[in-house]
């Protein structure tokens, strides 16, 4: 990474959601979903994998997962994804609402004819947070360069990023350059500095993050997408995909809870897209919680979705309005240990 951004915050926030279950079989003590309201974020770290239900995070496919990070943070048994495609979901959970092309995965350009045909003209908590003056960079694993807007890489080298689970590169705001129909523009400088690669194309490399997780120097809003056999997506080689996300989280969630950038008020959301291929009956996704703010060991069992997502980061970023289907529902509450 050739450009660091500057945030030096005192404290620090992750949220991490991901498809609850309790796998290991173990009662999770429940609490009140009457419990105080969403506090105030400072850093927030949003981790994503990929197509996994409810059903499908245990002990077996996820260790760290259930036996590690669910002991240590509140979670919610009624989490939901939005649709059974990747992109409807990421962007879904950005700007609140999703389009026929989004639900098609498609990319946000025609590559015949170098024209926009897959593209958000309208807001997003990307956007918000700009307005707001809130840092915010978007880390994409195996991404070959700042603001990538092409699919890259292959399975069997361990790199593969694919444009539909990047949902910062189809805001016209924040990319630009392929907006104008030059396709040969370079992108706006907000893309070049916010939406960046983890690393090098080098097989699962997070060298970038990890050197800015050490340094402390990151956004007050991360949004981490591993690439497609990190995320869990595509079985590489012969890994369990499931545990392929497993040990992402593994390998990198101590590098942010040990962070300067965390400190003492850091929150960690892990969330997975959407649910299982096999598991269409099932369309729950994890969503837990880990750190200081967070009461350990909870469940709240009341109905959210992404949209819950965007709204719970609007209300403790104090974003508004509200984006579209994230008027329409609740934020997360009841998980929590103080309020603003």
């Known amino acids: ?5 500057a945030v030096g915050f005192p404290t620090a926030l992750i949220l991490f959601a991901f498809v609850a279950s309790v796998a290991n079989g173990s009662p999770v003590r429940a609490r009140s979903t009457q419990g105080m309201p969403v506090p105030i974020f400072d850093h927030v770290f949003l981790i994503i994998g990929e197509n996994t239900s409810f059903s499908s995070v245990n002990a077996a496919h996820t260790p760290y997962l259930v036996n590690t990070l669910m002991p240590q ?28 092309c989004e639900v098609n995965d498609a990319l946000p350009y025609n590559p015949n004819t170098n024209k926009p045909t897959c593209v958000e003209r309208g807001s997003s908590i990307f956007h918000q947070l700009d307005t707001s003056n809130i840092s915010w960079t978007e880390w994409n694993e ?18 593969i990023y694919a444009t539909h689970h990047n949902p910062a590169v189809y805001f016209t705001d924040i990319e630009g350059a392929r907006y104008s129909e030059n396709f040969n ?3 706006n400088q907000e893309c070049l500095q916010r939406v960046l690669p983890m690393g090098s194309t080098a097989p699962n490399d997070t060298s970038a993050f990890d050197a800015a997780l050490a340094a402390g120097a990151v956004a007050k809003f991360n949004m981490v997408i591993p690439n497609e ?23 990198e969630v101590p590098k942010i809870l040990g962070s300067p950038a965390f400190g003492g008020d850091g929150l960690l959301i892990v969330t ?48 508004r309005p509200y984006l579209g289907g994230a008027a329409t529902v609740k934020s997360i509450t009841g998980i929590w240990k103080g309020s603003r």
């Open 185 to 187: 523009a370079v992108p």
């Open 272 to 319: 997975y897209d959407e649910w299982g291929d096999f598991t269409p009956h099932d369309k729950r996704v994890a969503c837990v919680a880990v750190g200081p703010l967070v009461i350990p060991g909870t469940t709240n069992p009341d109905h959210y979705n992404h949209y819950s997502l965007l709204r719970t980061l609007e209300d403790g970023y104090g974003l």
């Open 229 to 251: 056999c990190e995320d869990g997506h595509d079985l590489c080689g012969a890994y369990d995909r499931f545990r392929q996300f497993d040990n992402f989280l593994a390998r």
């Open 142 to 159: 195996s991404m070959p360069n700042a603001c990538g807007f092409f699919d890259m890489g292959t399975d069997w080298a361990y790199n």
């Open 73 to 100: 943070g509140a979670h919610l048994t009624d989490y939901q994804g939005l649709h059974g495609g990747s992109l409807s979901d990421y962007i879904g959970m950005t700007a609140g609402h999703y389009t026929p």
């Open 1 to 5: 990474m050739t450009k660091k951004l």
